[in-house]
């Protein structure tokens, strides 16, 4: 058989669509990368970031006194405690300290689990032991208020 007598089929529209999507795909992952890099780099991390259990959690801390941790809702980070000025007048009597949860302000989310309220309280429970605070008041606010719920009952001695 000689190369000359193989015809390769005709390119189809979903052939095209189906590169076009790639491409496009592709184009957007870059995009949205290069954005979320000069996102952090206009926004730095106004805490300090740890590594634990394979993610990075980012918590900002203020004051002395019994700690408060204070754990933020959907659609924001830490910095709202910020900005509302909560943790500025917990600082002045407590040690605060605010967490961004896995997927929120500087943290990260990895995607070999899923974060359920209870995966989130596992997490923050053993970010509290690395930074040394053994029993805390907890604030959660919207999804933040199931989390601090399953920390407080699955670490009832902790919260």
């Not at 300090?48 to 004051?63: A, I, K, N, P, Y």
């Not at 754990?71 to 900005?83: C, K, L, Y």
């Not at 896995?102 to 970010?127: K, N, V």
């Amino acid at each position: 058989m000689n190369r000359s007598d193989v015809t390769s089929p005709p390119p189809t529209r979903a052939g095209f669509w189906a590169g076009a999507a790639l491409l496009g795909a592709a184009f957007t992952a870059t995009w949205v990368e290069r954005r979320s890099r000069l996102a952090e780099r206009a926004q730095p991390p106004a805490g300090q970031l740890l590594d634990v259990d394979g993610v990075r959690l980012h918590v900002v801390e203020g004051g002395e006194g019994p700690p408060v941790v204070l754990i933020h809702g959907n659609m924001v980070s830490e910095r709202d405690f910020e900005a509302s000025g909560l943790m500025e007048r917990l600082a002045r009597n407590h040690r605060v300290l605010a967490f961004d949860r896995p997927g929120f302000g500087h943290s990260s989310r990895p995607r070999d689990r899923l974060w359920t309220p209870t995966a989130q309280a596992e997490l923050l429970h053993a970010a509290l032991a690395e930074l040394g605070v053994e029993q805390a008041a907890v604030v959660g606010h919207s999804m933040g208020a199931m989390v601090a719920l399953a920390l407080a009952l699955n670490h009832p001695e902790d919260v």
